[in-house]
């Protein structure tokens, strides 16, 4: 990071203050050691690069932001080792599953009803003069807990693949019913919040964690299917919940109105070349909203394609070293938590990915640890919290050299 | 618990071809599109950029300096050293002639841009180095002051344009000082915003023999010695022809025909040439096409030579006269397909490209395309054309140094007074230069396009 800072020149300043987080993290880190040094070592160096990143970037395009994501981060990083701390064993965790459940649908229904639209997506909920956050990045964090103690209880009750050689079971209405509901609900969040990004999210939160219950993948695939014909009829009946989607499809239509946002970021990622065209060397102000959702478009701007295949590196290695604490977990609750976590980071991580490369239409949703918003970096710290306790608690640790 | 590890390895396995998948994508953005998106109209940011980029200059391939730059208060402003010799190749502002067709080049945008992004990257953009002869081409607008018309010079050995005048012309500097010079520059009855040479649609008329006398010789329906009979007018396929020499010419060869530019015998040789011959050939010559050049380009017509009127069509395409039209360009073409030995030219202007300082970017070298006859047949016609100059209507474009091939013109204009056309080459044997010129409006038998087609062929050849 310095050495690209000096290889442009000026913004050296502008890395300095990037390596704030760093520094916090570390001090967080020998903290944690002092009392148990026991736990994944992987996970908090990666989610701290990405920080740096996120600060050293909202820097270039906001400096006020830059601030207010500072703090956010150090706030973060204090919760998340409260969080650690404080769960003295992930698997009692499990006891509060229908509180977590109970807690995400309310959220989620709170925002559809009384959301903050913003951009065409209602993803704010706002207690006044208190604070405005964003639903869904709570809701994903308790509905995770939720799905995994639920699975981890009533594997029995979801259906079990046979046990004899070739077993085609006739789908009961038991392992249909719970599909239906999630690709219902899914759709409602959709038509509710006019967010494709989070009803995706959920979905495949869900659909994931079935097939992870059931081991049969067949349902889910179905569900798939009948979630995208459900996702293509919402979006004939109610087409003013898809502007973005509109945009998507078509954006030269309206090159200045609605297809504004993603020509200008595929022409930021073009401008960017393999090199890039150096940190702060152009202006990004034609880039609406490019603290929150276009933060992925600037670093490929700046610089250019190693870096933006350094930044999908990183997301790599954080969910594939979380799916391994999930595989490596000896507890099934611990297990599925970590595997919801890791799918859900993974996911929304694609989603945005898809979204600013034009793959899918652009939604609304934050860059972990990457994008400007106090909501996600609170909410991923805590998760990466959830996923250290795992590995503290549940993961067998190799044995050490001597 | 094994089942379920063995499930979560493979949502993690999804997951990565995931990432992969996009940093795939970025590649695609990044790397295959990132040109066209730099160039892209709608991208503002890259256009405003463009504004405060150096821009490139534009050098003759002699080291003329065609088009230059100045700072300002505004940023850099485009000068014209050379007031209005090059008009037409520079055009007037960024929107018009060279400055619109080599734009990303001039700004090292687009194509031109650096893939590598910040690394080697300057604000400054590529020079350009043309193939145009400053001599020919100060001489060539020189001669075509007060008149209209064009001048074409080609290097008939790789296509290189050498000199390209239309006339009138203007100085790019005084058109955009007013709005009042603006107005009176689009307004003008001359048109000196047309380039000729490249977009002005004439009637060949007698030149376009050249070209019939090639097709029939290379069918086989002719040979030079071939006799014809001009009574000075005749009925041929309905059409009344008429020859230049009243009275006639009496029975004469092909080659004779030619020297003294008879009408009606080619209109005879085109006959029994036949219409499908004769537009084949004119696809062989690639007569009507448009030239691939960053300047706008006309495309030349000529009648379809099919149904029942096609001998009509025929007759009135031989003597180039009906619906018949050529550029300038398409004749400078014809005299180099004929200078050598039969290959067809594509014209090119632009040499090299250059960074600012020396290092070539990209150079051109032209290219050839199909012979459109055989060596032999193209030999008998520059014969021909030779006899031409030394003893027959084209003698006005003789040089006392060098043997030339040329033929003069006339083509009737609907609208007034005819144009006088001369096509030429020199030397015979080793061409060095071809040049089409077409004077319009002059005055009956006193041909003007012949001794300016001489003078330029002197500025460009040089013979032992």
């Known amino acids: 990071m310095v050495i690209v800072a000096a290889a442009t020149g000026k913004p050296l300043g502008w890395a300095m203050r990037g390596l704030t987080p760093a520094g916090v993290l570390l001090v967080a880190v020998v903290l944690m050691d002092l009392v148990e040094a026991r736990r994944d070592r992987l996970l908090l160096p990666l989610c701290g690069m990405l920080c740096v990143l996120s600060i050293v970037f909202l820097t270039r395009t906001d400096a006020f932001l830059a601030t207010r994501q500072l703090i956010a981060i150090i706030i973060g990083i204090f919760l998340m080792v409260a969080l650690y701390f404080l769960i003295e064993d992930i698997r009692s965790l499990a006891r509060f599953k229908y509180l977590a459940g109970l807690s995400a649908i309310a959220l989620l229904a709170a925002t559809m009803l009384w959301g903050r639209e913003i951009n065409g997506a209602r993803l704010w909920l706002s207690i006044p003069h208190l604070v405005t956050f964003q639903s869904g990045e709570v809701a994903k964090i308790l509905m995770a807990i939720f799905l995994a103690g639920y699975a981890a209880d009533y594997r029995q009750m979801l259906g079990r693949r046979g046990r004899g050689r070739i077993s085609i079971q006739t789908p009961s209405l038991r392992s249909l019913a719970p599909l239906l509901l999630i690709v219902i609900s899914c759709l409602a969040i959709f038509v509710g919040q006019h967010d494709l990004g989070t009803a995706i999210l959920f979905f495949g939160l869900f659909v994931t964690m079935f097939y992870l219950a059931t081991g049969q993948p067949a349902y889910g695939i179905a569900a798939v299917a009948l979630f995208a014909v459900g996702l293509a009829l919402a979006y004939q009946l109610f087409p003013q919940v898809g502007v973005r989607i509109s945009s998507w499809l078509n954006p030269w239509a309206d090159p200045s109105g609605i297809g504004y946002q993603p020509l200008q970021a595929m022409f930021c990622l073009g401008e960017g070349g393999i090199l890039g065209a150096g940190l702060g060397h152009l202006s990004v102000t034609n880039l609406p909203a490019a603290a929150p959702d276009m933060i992925l478009v600037v670093i490929g701007q700046d610089l250019g394609l190693v870096g933006s295949v350094g930044v999908v590196i990183i997301y790599a290695l954080i969910s594939v070293r979380s799916y391994s604490l999930a595989w490596q977990a000896t507890d099934r609750f611990a297990s599925l938590l970590a595997a919801a976590l890791a799918t859900v980071f993974a996911l929304q991580t694609l989603i945005i990915m898809g979204g600013v490369l034009r793959l899918i239409p652009l939604t609304g949703m934050t860059t972990p640890f990457l994008s400007y918003g106090g909501t996600s970096i609170v909410i991923n710290f805590l998760a990466v919290g959830l996923l250290l306790a795992v590995s503290r608690d549940c993961v067998p640790q190799p044995e050490k050299a001597r | ?464």
């Open chain 2, 1 to 464: 618990m094994n089942e379920l590890s063995q499930n979560i390895r493979r949502i993690a396995l999804v997951a990565v071809w995931g990432f992969l998948l996009m940093a795939l994508v970025f590649g695609y953005w990044q790397m295959v599109r990132a040109p066209a998106l730099r160039a892209h109209p709608y991208n503002q940011q890259a256009q405003q950029r463009a504004n405060s980029i150096k821009p490139g200059l534009i050098y003759t391939g002699d080291g003329e300096l065609v088009l230059g730059i100045e700072k300002d208060n505004e940023g850099w402003q485009r000068t014209y050293p050379a007031g209005p010799i090059y008009c037409h190749l520079t055009g007037y502002n960024e929107n018009t002639g060279l400055q619109k067709g080599l734009r990303e080049a001039l700004l090292g945008i687009g194509a031109y841009q650096n893939r590598w992004g910040a690394v080697g990257h300057t604000e400054q953009g590529l020079d350009v180095v043309l193939t145009i002869d400053s001599k020919a081409q100060r001489r060539a607008t020189k001669l075509m002051e007060g008149r209209r018309g064009a001048v074409v010079a080609l290097d008939p050995r790789n296509g290189a344009i050498l000199a390209m005048v239309s006339a009138p012309g203007y100085d790019p500097a005084r058109v955009m000082e007013s709005q009042m010079n603006y107005e009176m520059f689009t307004n003008h009855p001359a048109s000196p915003e047309l380039n000729r040479a490249l977009q002005g649609l004439y009637p060949p008329g007698t030149v376009l023999q050249i070209f019939v006398a090639a097709a029939g010789l290379d069918t086989g329906v002719a040979t030079e010695q071939t006799v014809f009979n001009c009574s000075g007018t005749g009925q041929i396929a309905g059409i009344t022809v008429n020859c230049s020499k009243l009275g006639g010419h009496g029975r004469l060869t092909l080659s004779r025909a030619l020297a003294d530019s008879c009408n009606i015998a080619f209109a005879e040789l085109a006959q029994l040439i036949g219409p499908e011959q004769f537009g084949s050939y004119a696809k062989k010559f690639h007569l009507l096409d448009k030239p691939d050049l960053p300047l706008p380009t006309g495309q030349g017509k000529i009648a379809d030579l099919i149904g029942d009127d096609a001998e009509t069509e025929l007759i009135e395409a031989a003597i180039g006269q009906g619906a018949t039209l050529v550029t300038p360009v398409a004749m400078a073409r014809l005299a180099a397909t004929i200078a050598s030995g039969g290959q067809v030219i594509q014209p090119y202007l632009v040499d090299r490209i250059t960074r600012q300082g020396g290092k070539t970017v990209t150079d051109n070298r032209g290219g050839r395309l199909r012979a459109a006859i055989r060596q032999e047949t193209a030999q008998q016609v520059a014969g021909m054309m030779q006899v031409s100059v030394e003893e027959g209507s084209a003698s006005n474009v003789a040089l006392s140094v060098c043997r030339v091939a040329a033929q003069t013109g006339w083509a009737q204009n609907p609208e007034g007074k005819p144009h006088s056309w001369a096509l030429g080459f020199a030397p015979v044997d080793a061409p060095q230069a071809a040049v089409a010129v077409i004077v319009e409006n002059t005055v009956p038998g006193r041909p003007a396009a012949g001794p300016i087609a001489r003078q330029i062929l002197e500025v460009l050849v040089s013979c032992q």
